[in-house]
């Protein structure tokens, strides 16, 4: 049984805390500030719960103390303080943060640590970046790599066509930051909600357009080898341009509470989800433009004894997938680790990442 702390008891922390502790390999302390989260928690006997304050540092370390890792399902402006947290405690640390700052902070962090530091461990960035370099790998010479994620509502009923499965902080975040991208081998910044596009997928038809931290650190390890490669988001037509209505013709850019206050008094949750993975990559082999796509869906399932939202599934699985790889001696146990670096072949063979099995939900690789 190994130690394991889980940083923020929303949504997607209490879905890694039970998955973990439901597998009978963890126990799981579930920390968080706000008491009522906590006292939702699911009673078990590999689950405690801690009110812990992440700005205090020597709480945070005292909660640490003695552990195997710290997994952070926190808001992304908490990442630095747990990660600095983590290397002072000498413990694992593993994040779901899309934001790229934080990334780079923990990335500095980990240049010192004599623990792994493994962040974006979620779906994007996570997932689909060992899917996008398994696909890579398969050619001689990449010409582009096209990755597009979404967490959607299997039966929309609002003008957004739009239900809250996530963070609402990291939806927001994803929609305002810049977004990295390379175009004809640059590497450059382009603005969220722009590029919009439209396909169509087991004849629906979605759109997609640029967000924020999905491709995770791929752009670096790319760099100088692909022309093309961006990431983007997949919602339901006539999405981005209400978001847009509200980010830049309301100014709710720049009051991100209010947003967030209108989204979660407004935006029902629902477990009723589908993700779609859809990632396309072009490029030679022996001399010939060949394309490559992997696409999955994956709905909303009983996991560890409760129905869970896919993108619950997702995300938690995909977190405690790499964990288990750490635990098992599979990934490096020192220094930065990409999510790139991940096989995927030994990702999906994992009990927890096989949540994305297809055969289990019905999609398809092509």
């Given at each position: 049984?190994?130690?394991?702390?889980?940083?923020?008891?929303?949504?997607?922390?209490?879905?890694?805390?039970?998955?973990?502790?439901?597998?009978?390999?963890y126990r799981v302390t579930i920390a968080d500030r706000a008491e009522e989260q906590l006292a939702a928690i699911e009673q078990h006997d590999a689950i405690s719960t801690a009110v812990v304050d992440i700005a205090d540092g020597a709480a945070m370390r005292k909660l640490l103390a003695g552990r195997f890792a710290v997994?952070?399902?926190?808001?992304?402006?908490?990442?630095?303080?747990?990660?600095?947290?983590?290397?002072?405690?000498?413990?694992?640390?593993?994040?779901?943060?899309?934001?790229?700052?934080?990334?780079?902070?923990?990335?500095?962090?980990?240049?010192?640590?004599?623990?792994?530091?493994?962040?974006?461990?979620?779906?994007?960035?996570?997932?689909?970046?060992?899917?996008?370099?398994?696909?890579?790998?398969?050619?001689?010479?990449?010409?582009?790599?096209?990755?597009?994620?979404?967490?959607?509502?299997?039966?929309?009923?609002?003008?957004?066509?739009?239900?809250?499965?996530?963070?609402?902080?990291?939806?927001?975040?994803?929609?305002?930051?810049?977004?990295?991208?390379?175009?004809?081998?640059?590497l450059i910044e382009v603005p969220a909600l722009e590029e919009r596009e439209e396909f169509s997928l087991d004849g629906v038809t979605y759109e997609a357009f640029n967000t924020s931290g999905g491709l995770g650190t791929l752009c670096d390890t790319l760099k100088d080898k692909v022309r093309t490669l961006n990431y983007?988001?997949?919602?339901?037509?006539?999405?981005?341009?209400?978001?847009?209505?509200?980010?830049?013709?309301?100014?709710?850019?720049?009051?991100?509470?209010?947003?967030?206050?209108?989204?979660?008094?407004?935006?029902?949750?629902?477990?009723?989800?589908?993700?779609?993975?859809?990632?396309?990559?072009?490029?030679?082999?022996?001399?010939?433009?060949?394309?490559?796509?992997?696409?999955?869906?994956?709905?909303?399932?009983?996991?560890?004894?409760?129905?869970?939202?896919?993108?619950?599934?997702?995300?938690?699985?995909?977190?405690?997938?790499?964990?288990?790889?750490?635990?098992?001696?599979?990934?490096?146990?020192?220094?930065?680790?990409?999510?790139?670096?991940?096989?995927?072949?030994?990702?999906?063979?994992?009990?927890?990442?096989?949540?994305?099995?297809?055969?289990?939900?019905?999609?398809?690789?092509?």
């Open positions: 049984m190994k130690d394991i702390v889980v940083i923020g008891a929303g949504k997607i922390g209490s879905t890694i805390a039970r998955i973990l502790a439901h597998s009978g390999d997994l952070s399902a926190a808001p992304y402006h908490l990442t630095v303080a747990i990660a600095e947290a983590a290397a002072d405690a000498g413990v694992h640390y593993l994040d779901l943060t899309e934001d790229v700052e934080s990334t780079r902070q923990v990335k500095r962090i980990a240049a010192e640590a004599k623990t792994a530091f493994i962040p974006q461990c979620g779906l994007a960035p996570g997932f689909i970046s060992i899917v996008a370099n398994d696909l890579a790998s398969r050619f001689d010479t990449l010409d582009s790599v096209r990755m597009r994620v979404g967490a959607l509502p299997q039966y929309p009923s609002n003008a957004l066509n739009y239900n809250l499965t996530w963070s609402t902080d990291g939806v927001i975040n994803e929609y305002i930051e810049p977004c990295e991208a390379i175009v004809e081998g640059a983007k988001t997949i919602r339901y037509p006539g999405h981005v341009a209400i978001m847009k209505a509200l980010l830049n013709d309301l100014g709710l850019r720049h009051r991100r509470d209010v947003l967030k206050d209108i989204f979660e008094n407004a935006l029902p949750t629902t477990t009723q989800d589908v993700v779609i993975i859809f990632v396309t990559v072009s490029g030679r082999k022996a001399g010939r433009l060949v394309q490559e796509t992997y696409a999955n869906k994956v709905y909303s399932a009983p996991v560890a004894g409760r129905l869970h939202s896919a993108i619950q599934i997702t995300t938690a699985g995909s977190i405690c997938a790499v964990l288990d790889m750490l635990a098992d001696g599979t990934l490096g146990a020192r220094g930065f680790v990409r999510q790139e670096e991940i096989a995927l072949s030994a990702f999906l063979a994992n009990r927890f990442g096989r949540y994305y099995a297809q055969e289990h939900h019905g999609a398809r690789a092509a």
